[in-house]
């Protein structure tokens, strides 16, 4: 079934101790989407972590494989933990901004955003909010 944590509670202790607060929302994130059962409160405090992970190829259905992380007020953060900085492999262009592979561990260049991109298209937001609420009535009607 997955769990959902107190986020303020945890941010709290990782402040305190100076760690990183990161959320594993591979599984469950995308659920975020479900507007109608926001008032359980269950992605409260989300805000306050230092990074989240989704997993659009579960819950929305996107093609294997397209993970994303998002990472927040950490500018610069993935350059400076994965750069090679291999200038044989990098070249400066008007499209460098847009290269993420040197922020990368793989060192990559998969264009999986371009999956997430055309399910977007297809399903808009609304698709997704749609997609999640159903997934979670199931989820309850299936617990009952």
Request: aromatic share 12%; proline share 1%.
């Amino acid at each position: 079934m997955g769990s959902y944590d107190d986020h303020r509670a945890i941010s709290a202790v990782c402040k305190k101790y100076n760690l990183w607060h990161h959320i594993d929302g591979c599984w469950g994130g995308f659920l975020a989407f479900a507007d109608k059962h926001r008032d359980k409160g269950l992605f409260d405090g989300a805000e306050l972590s230092d990074s989240i992970s989704l997993n659009a190829h579960k819950g929305w259905g996107v093609p294997q494989q397209c993970s994303m992380i998002i990472i927040n007020d950490h500018k610069d953060l993935l350059l400076k933990t994965c750069a090679s900085g291999a200038d044989y492999l990098f070249h400066e262009t008007e499209y460098s901004q847009y290269d993420i592979a040197d922020k990368t561990l793989s060192c990559g260049r998969r264009p999986d955003g371009l999956k997430l991109w055309l399910s977007l298209q297809r399903h808009g937001h609304e698709g997704y909010v749609k997609m999640a609420e159903e997934a979670w009535d199931k989820a309850i009607y299936l617990t009952q």
